[in-house]
């Protein structure tokens, strides 16, 4: 049996006033991480009053080490700009990511029941 190829991975550009948005579709990984950090400085530089930064990660099916390093790349470079960084609608295997390298509270997680980062108790649990 022959296995059926893998859609690629896409990023889809959407911008409105002072936000980029970033919808993420596939495996981000070593091969599709330098399409991110492309896509991510060109919103980054386009617009010098962007406040926000969203990356919808609801169609990500992967998130290797690399995937990782390049989301805290982005997150470095909305931060020199003043830009916050989103990460929308992660799946459960990239929460997870995020949490057991520490870096969650680098992003402001929204949709489908994630906390925010400004939600977050310095222990990381979520206030009652």
Same mark, same amino acid.
């Given at each position: 049996?022959?296995?059926?190829?893998?859609?690629?991975?896409?990023?889809?550009?959407?911008?409105?006033?002072?936000? %980029?948005? $970033? !919808? *993420?579709?596939?495996?981000?990984?070593?091969? @599709?991480?330098?399409?991110?950090? /492309?896509? =991510?400085?060109?919103?980054?530089?386009?617009?010098?009053?962007?406040?926000?930064?969203?990356?919808?990660? %609801?169609? $990500? !099916? *992967?998130?290797?080490?690399?995937?990782?390093? @390049?989301?805290?790349?982005?997150? /470095?470079? =909305?931060?020199?700009?003043?830009?916050?960084?989103?990460?929308?609608?992660?799946?459960?295997?990239?929460?997870?990511? $995020?949490?057991?390298?520490?870096?969650?509270?680098?992003?402001?997680?929204?949709?489908?029941?994630?906390?925010?980062?400004?939600?977050?108790?310095?222990?990381?649990?979520?206030?009652?």
């Amino acid at each position: 049996m022959t296995a059926l190829p893998l859609p690629p991975f896409t990023v889809t550009p959407e911008a409105g006033p002072g936000t %980029a948005r $970033l !919808r *993420l579709t596939g495996d981000l990984d070593y091969d @599709t991480s330098g399409e991110l950090a /492309r896509a =991510a400085e060109e919103c980054l530089a386009a617009d010098p009053h962007l406040a926000d930064l969203h990356l919808d990660c %609801a169609q $990500l !099916r *992967l998130c290797d080490s690399m995937g990782v390093a @390049t989301l805290l790349l982005i997150h /470095r470079g =909305a931060t020199t700009r003043g830009v916050r960084l989103h990460v929308e609608s992660p799946p459960p295997f990239l929460t997870r990511i $995020l949490d057991v390298t520490g870096i969650g509270h680098l992003f402001a997680l929204g949709a489908h029941g994630q906390e925010s980062a400004q939600e977050r108790t310095d222990d990381g649990a979520t206030p009652s």
